[in-house]
């Protein structure tokens, strides 16, 4: 899958809103809002810091993974991240991160997130997206059209049961 190949572009819901590929410099300001988000559903110092150690966005990761950014006027709103799921073809990925500033939740930046992502899957050919995520985001994921497939355990919480979920990409 192309590596952050659809051109940025407006958003049709706020001229101001624009959608493109991440850059390495945007690394730091991920792992921000991937650390604010998380915290948001009032996760304990002991989570955050476990989940901070996992989940730092580098440049590295970047410079190898599908990264898109959402911003307005310069300030990063949110981002997702697709990695290849590993089973060795073409059909399938992982949503590795979704990340909404908690000021922007409940206000459609979600949506129009995983709509450039399935977008952007279908026009790269892959069928299916598979994720991992906890209680909080689940309902979000469902109303997209995901089913939860079974669970696996937490790398933040070990013994923590999260749901894990696939998505069926539609055809166009």
């Keep these: 899958m192309g590596r952050g190949t659809m051109e940025p572009h407006l958003c049709p ?17 991920l792992t921000d809002l991937a650390a604010r988000s998380e915290a948001h559903w009032g996760c304990d110092a002991a989570f955050m810091d476990a989940f901070r150690q996992l989940y730092r966005i580098t440049e ?3 410079a190898e993974h ?4 959402a911003e307005e006027v310069g300030r990063v709103l949110g981002f997702y991240a697709l990695v290849d799921d590993g089973d060795g073809d073409d059909e399938g990925v ?9 000021a922007q939740l409940g206000r459609g930046l979600g949506r129009i997130l995983w709509e450039h992502m399935v977008a952007h899957c279908r026009a790269n050919g ?10 909080e985001p689940k309902a979000f994921y469902l109303k997209m059209g ?12 070990p013994g923590r049961r999260v749901a894990r979920l696939a998505y069926r990409i539609p055809a166009a």
């Design 66 to 69: 599908t990264v898109f950014v």
């Design 94 to 102: 992982e949503l590795e991160y979704l990340y909404l500033d908690p």
């Design 13 to 29: 819901e706020t001229a101001l809103l624009t959608v493109r590929p991440a850059q390495s410099c945007d690394a730091p300001a």
């Design 126 to 135: 892959v069928e299916r997206i598979h994720l991992v995520c906890g209680p």
């Design 146 to 157: 995901a089913v939860q497939t079974g669970e696996t355990e937490s790398l933040v919480v």
């Design 60 to 62: 590295a990761f970047i």
